[in-house]
């Protein structure tokens, strides 16, 4: 399952393209986010994230993702952004988290005052 929020000082739109996908374990997906600047000025932000239920965090593996550097978007622009991910099967043979049907993946994104470079 995909989730999307944004802090409170964010002036940005931003949701998941699909809120739910099913996966076989090991085998690499992609995911789409769609972010827009609804203000006037150009905006950074850097995404955070959250995997629960959180004994299944150590088998979620982002491979390639929008949250690994800061994003600008000018004024009304809209991206759809990538998330590259697979669940290690290695989460069979845990027994906290091998009976887990749901993995939500979730990013907040927070607006920086000074993006660094």
Request: negative net charge.
């Amino acid at each position: 399952r995909f989730d999307a929020n944004i802090d409170p000082n964010m002036p940005w739109t931003f949701y998941p393209e699909q809120t739910t996908e099913k996966i076989r374990l090991g085998e690499r997906n992609i995911a789409f986010f769609i972010a827009r600047n609804n203000s006037d000025k150009p905006v950074t932000g850097q995404a955070s994230y959250n995997v629960e239920p959180d004994q299944t965090a150590l088998f979620f593996n982002k491979v390639q993702c929008f949250c690994f550097t800061q994003q600008t978007l000018q004024p009304h622009q809209q991206v759809r952004m990538p998330v590259i991910y697979y669940v290690d099967p290695a989460i069979l043979k845990d027994e906290n988290a091998r009976d887990v049907e749901q993995i939500t993946l979730s990013y907040t994104f927070h607006k920086l005052e000074e993006p660094t470079s």
